[in-house]
């Protein structure tokens, strides 16, 4: 299977200029627009980290980032939230500028980082808190969150009492319940067991789809990505491009992302990406 560049540019000039960027706000969800990201180091040398990424995911797609380690996947995910200004190039979040758009994207780390002397409902609170809403509104809606993925027998319990499946289940509702329209999953099933990792592949999945909500995941796992995503962008060593974009999709075809890895279909993609990954890791030297 051969994967494509999503977007190519001519004669040097984005294809997301003008009239086109216009017309594909309505499909997209992300545009990241030949995108560069430098920092300076100790000796004050510029080290290029991100050199011309360009990609374009629509609304309530689910797609993955995969590379190597250290080629800047962070970098771009800091750059989509805003935490980061790119260098150069340009990135649309629902269809605003980085720093102009407000609540469009959710981050759910590999680490669920719940407060241990907060109760689940008090944790699921916190960024309503910080929205500003009252405490009975933001109690009522972190309930109705609760009670929709039946986690509310657990609102008052702490989360020492839970297991790591289910604290990852209520960061991703305290992601869900801030209303984003993207969220962005940063390895969050990294630290679990193999099969809690498959259960909370398909439960995730399954929540994005119901809400109407753009994925994007950071993974190092290949068969991870293939299970869940519609799209996957593998990228390069640095300085990091895309090398290829893969329409994959196998969830969606066969209903689950447990499905998804028995489709006949798996192993190639598997191989197919992997050695991009291994061409990019050197393996060969």
């Given at each position: 299977?051969?994967?494509?560049?999503?977007?190519?540019?001519?004669?040097?000039?984005?294809?997301?200029?003008?009239?086109?960027?216009?017309?594909?706000?309505?499909?997209?969800?992300?545009?990241?627009?030949?995108?560069?990201?430098?920092?300076?180091?100790?000796?004050?040398?510029?080290?290029?980290?991100?050199?011309?990424?360009?990609?374009?995911?629509?609304?309530?797609?689910?797609v993955s980032i995969v590379g190597p380690s250290g080629c800047g996947k962070s970098t771009i995910f800091n750059i989509i939230a805003g935490l980061l200004e790119p260098t150069t190039g340009k990135v649309l979040v629902g269809g605003d500028e980085i720093g102009k758009s407000t609540g469009h994207v959710g981050y759910m780390m590999q680490r669920d980082l719940l407060l241990p002397w907060r109760t689940v409902l008090d944790n699921v609170t916190i960024g309503l808190e910080v929205k500003g809403l009252g405490k009975k509104e933001r109690q009522e809606l972190a309930m109705?969150?609760?009670?929709?993925?039946?986690?509310?027998?657990?609102?008052?319990?702490?989360?020492?009492?839970?297991?790591?499946?289910?604290?990852?289940?209520?960061?991703?509702?305290?992601?869900?319940?801030?209303?984003?329209?993207?969220?962005?999953?940063?390895?969050?099933?990294?630290?679990?067991?193999?099969?809690?990792?498959?259960?909370?592949?398909?439960?995730?999945?399954?929540?994005?789809?119901?809400?109407?909500?753009?994925?994007?995941?950071?993974?190092?796992?290949?068969?991870?990505?293939?299970?869940?995503?519609?799209?996957?962008f593998v990228m390069s060593k640095r300085p990091t491009h895309v090398k290829k974009t893969y329409e994959v999709g196998l969830a969606a075809q066969r209903g689950s992302a447990m499905k998804a890895r028995s489709d006949e279909r798996f192993k190639q993609y598997f191989e197919d990406i992997w050695s991009e990954l291994d061409i990019q890791m050197g393996r060969s030297s």
């Open positions: 299977m051969n994967g494509s560049n999503t977007l190519k540019r001519e004669n040097n000039v984005s294809l997301y200029d003008v009239n086109i960027v216009n017309r594909i706000h309505d499909q997209s969800a992300i545009v990241v627009d030949n995108v560069t990201k430098s920092f300076i180091n100790a000796e004050g040398d510029a080290i290029q980290v991100l050199n011309g990424i360009t990609m374009d995911i629509r609304k309530q797609e689910f109705t969150y609760l009670e929709r993925y039946s986690l509310d027998s657990f609102a008052k319990a702490y989360p020492s009492t839970l297991s790591g499946g289910m604290r990852q289940r209520v960061a991703l509702i305290r992601t869900l319940v801030t209303q984003p329209d993207i969220i962005l999953l940063d390895e969050p099933f990294s630290a679990l067991d193999y099969q809690t990792r498959l259960v909370l592949e398909d439960e995730i999945l399954s929540i994005l789809k119901d809400e109407g909500k753009t994925g994007v995941l950071i993974t190092h796992d290949i068969e991870e990505a293939i299970s869940v995503s519609d799209r996957i």
